[in-house]
C-alpha cells in the first residue's frame, strides 16, 4: 500500500521537514538516507522511499528497481566512509519493523566484527541522541562525502 504521505509515520514527517532533518545526509527525488536513531555500529545507515510504502512487497515494480541501484552506491559509500572491509544490508516486515514505512537497513562490517553474535541485532544505547550530536554530524558529513563521491 502507497500514500506519498502517512502524518503518522515518523519517516514521512522527517522528508516533509516537519521532525528534525539533522540526520539526513543524502537525498535525491526518489528516496533519502538517514542515520539510525539506534545504530548496530557507527554509520549505521537507512535508505527509505520518500513516498510512504509499508514492507518491500508494497513496493511497485517500477520502483524496486532505483530503490536498490540507490541502496548498492549507499552500500559502497557506508564501506567508503567507515573504511569497512564490507557491509550488512537487511530490511524487516511487521515483525521487528520499528517504522510501518519500508526501509532498508546498511551497516559497515569488518571481519571479525561479530555484529550478530548471540544471534541478534544488539543496538548500541543512545541515551541522549543530543549529547551525540557532534559525533553523529561527524558521521552525516562522512556519509554525505561518500554519497558525492560515488556516482
Partial sequence: MSRPYDPNCVFCRIIAGKEDRKDV???DDIAI????????KPGHALLIPKDH???LKDLPTEIIGPIFVRAARLNRAVEVA???DGSFSGYNT?????VDHFHLHVVPRTFGDKLFAG???VRIRVKDADAQRERRDQLAAAMTAAMAGDT
Fill in 33 to 40: 538516507g538517514l542515520l539510525d536513531i539506534r545504530p548496530l
Fill in 94 to 98: 511487521h515483525v521487528s519493523q520499528s
Fill in 25 to 27: 545526509f543524502w537525498e
Fill in 119 to 121: 544471534g541478534k541485532w
Fill in 82 to 84: 567507515f573504511g569497512a
Fill in 53 to 55: 510504502y509499508v514492507t
